[in-house]
């Protein structure tokens, strides 16, 4: 009996340890369930790529077809799931230019969708609010400049979504004259992708491609120098940077004077013609002096900053000719030349042009060849005066700079020939050198004004003639 009974009571005890173990297994299950209905069931945004593509533009040109892209693409296992991108200018040739992006130039446009399961994966968001779209969103605390444009990568259902962005610099705004000048170099497009898993804000990815800005070839600073030009002139010529510029024959007084006797322009320009900066350097050596505004001297050093430099040439008291040497970095000119003449002329050589003139004016009937104690060309003002004034009377004379002479007209009154003298002052009197008293044009009244041939009559004539023979 005594074996039965304890046989029993350890079956009862077996008995209620399986049933705590049980109960113990049951309640560590439910906890177990408990835990697993609190974390996700699955994964949300995953395998999220960014990949740039770098731009070329020019200084002239920067649009879509020069943008810097970036391929977008995803895998989204919510409805909800999206991905927002921002792009902004992270960098630019100069803190200047970097500056000027603060008004919307930087353009992010959607371009294309490859590899997307759903028909719309890009849309325009004007509000800057819903989950698909645009948003002019930068801004204090972002760690983005004040100038950037966002983008929602998203769509109504699940599956794989990719887009593509072109990144640009718009140089001109719509509705607006507020435009941007693009200067050469390279301009960085950084875009932060951040992915939203069913509404919550993941890791983002950032990612940078440059646009390399490139200088037209019209706004090279290489300067050119077949085409670097350097003219001596009385200040009226012009520039051509195709034809090449003849040098003035000058003859000023040397009597020393702030007035600027002549001119130098000194241009350098780049291949396609353009002007380029380039350093100058002028001297000058025997008679003369250089300017360049108000500074003065026998030699100058100019910085040439605007691709063009004004020398100007002044007397200095010093009688005979100015040798001129001008030199940029690239180009050595050949040496120009200045006459400086003295105050008055020692020697008048004259010399009658027209012969025979009629009772009117006539323009350079003689010549007068004026020369000073150096031996150089005088060109300054001489005058004219006739000893007979009732057949001729002096006009005025005029220095012309090709010939080296002065050219005086003379009006003829009546028959006959007037002597003529030449002088420096405005009459005979006052004048304190004189040429030699010389016999001027034989004034005929009766002179032919001009000739006319008339073809007609030639023909009539010879037809008349033949009809003779």
């Known amino acids: 009996m005594e074996n039965a009974f304890m046989t029993t009571i350890e079956r009862k005890q077996m008995s209620n340890k399986t049933t705590f173990k049980r109960i113990a297994l049951a309640v560590v299950a439910a906890l177990g369930f408990g835990v697993l209905t609190l974390s996700p069931s699955s994964a949300t945004v995953t395998t999220l790529t960014v990949t740039p593509t770098a731009g070329t533009a020019t200084t002239a040109k920067s649009d879509s077809s020069t943008a810097a892209t970036f391929a977008v693409s995803y895998i989204k296992t919510q409805t909800a799931d999206t991905v927002v991108v921002q792009a902004y200018v992270s960098a630019a040739p100069t803190a200047a230019a970097l500056s000027d992006f603060s008004t919307g130039h930087l353009r992010l446009v959607p371009v294309d969708s490859t590899g997307a399961t759903m028909a719309t994966t890009v849309n325009v968001d004007t509000s800057g609010g819903a989950s698909i779209g645009f948003a002019d969103t930068g801004g204090a605390g972002t760690g983005v400049n004040a100038d950037s444009t966002t983008a929602v990568v998203g769509g109504s259902t699940t599956g794989t979504v990719a887009a593509k962005f072109r990144a640009y610099v718009d140089t001109a705004l719509a509705n607006t004259a507020d435009t941007l000048t693009l200067v050469a170099g390279t301009y960085?497009?950084?875009?932060?992708?951040?992915?939203?898993?069913?509404?919550?804000?993941?890791?983002?990815?950032?990612?940078?491609?440059?646009?390399?800005?490139?200088?037209?070839?019209?706004?090279s600073?290489?300067?050119?120098?077949?085409?670097?030009?350097?003219?001596?002139?009385?200040g009226s010529m012009g520039y051509s940077s195709t034809i090449t510029t003849v040098d003035s024959a000058l003859a000023v007084v040397a009597t020393a004077a702030s007035t600027d006797h002549a001119t130098i322009l000194v241009r350098t320009f780049n291949a396609s013609s353009v002007a380029a900066p380039e350093s100058v350097t002028a001297s000058i050596s025997g008679a003369g002096l250089l300017c360049n505004g108000s500074v003065c001297g026998s030699s100058l050093s100019l910085t040439g900053a605007t691709g063009i430099e004004t020398i100007t040439v002044r007397a200095n008291g010093v009688a005979g000719v100015g040798t001129i040497n001008i030199a940029t970095t690239s180009k050595t000119f050949a040496a120009k030349n200045l006459t400086f003449y003295a105050a008055t002329p020692a020697t008048l050589t004259p010399a009658v042009e027209i012969p025979v003139i009629s009772t009117s004016a006539t323009s350079d009937a003689v010549s007068v060849a004026a020369v000073d104690a150096?031996?150089?060309?005088?060109?300054?003002?001489?005058?004219?005066?006739?000893?007979?004034?009732?057949?001729?009377?002096?006009?005025?004379?005029?220095?012309?700079?090709?010939?080296?002479?002065?050219?005086?007209?003379?009006?003829?009154?009546?028959?006959?020939?007037?002597?003529?003298?030449?002088?420096?002052?405005?009459?005979?009197?006052?004048?304190?050198?004189?040429?030699?008293?010389?016999?001027?044009?034989?004034?005929?009244?009766?002179?032919?004004?001009?000739?006319?041939?008339?073809?007609?009559?030639?023909?009539?004539?010879?037809?008349?003639?033949?009809?003779?023979?």
């Open 374 to 469: 150096n031996g150089a060309v005088w060109a300054g003002t001489l005058y004219l005066y006739s000893n007979d004034t009732a057949v001729a009377t002096a006009g005025s004379c005029t220095y012309n700079a090709t010939y080296k002479v002065h050219y005086c007209s003379v009006t003829g009154l009546k028959a006959g020939t007037a002597k003529l003298q030449a002088g420096n002052a405005s009459t005979l009197a006052l004048a304190t050198v004189t040429s030699v008293e010389w016999s001027g044009p034989v004034v005929n009244p009766n002179v032919s004004a001009k000739v006319t041939l008339s073809l007609t009559r030639l023909l009539t004539h010879r037809v008349k003639r033949h009809e003779f023979m």
């Open 188 to 219: 960085t497009i950084t875009m932060i992708a951040t992915p939203y898993n069913n509404g919550g804000a993941g890791t983002p990815i950032t990612s940078s491609a440059n646009i390399v800005v490139s200088a037209l070839a019209s706004a």
């Open 221 to 234: 600073t290489t300067v050119d120098p077949s085409k670097s030009i350097a003219q001596l002139s009385d």
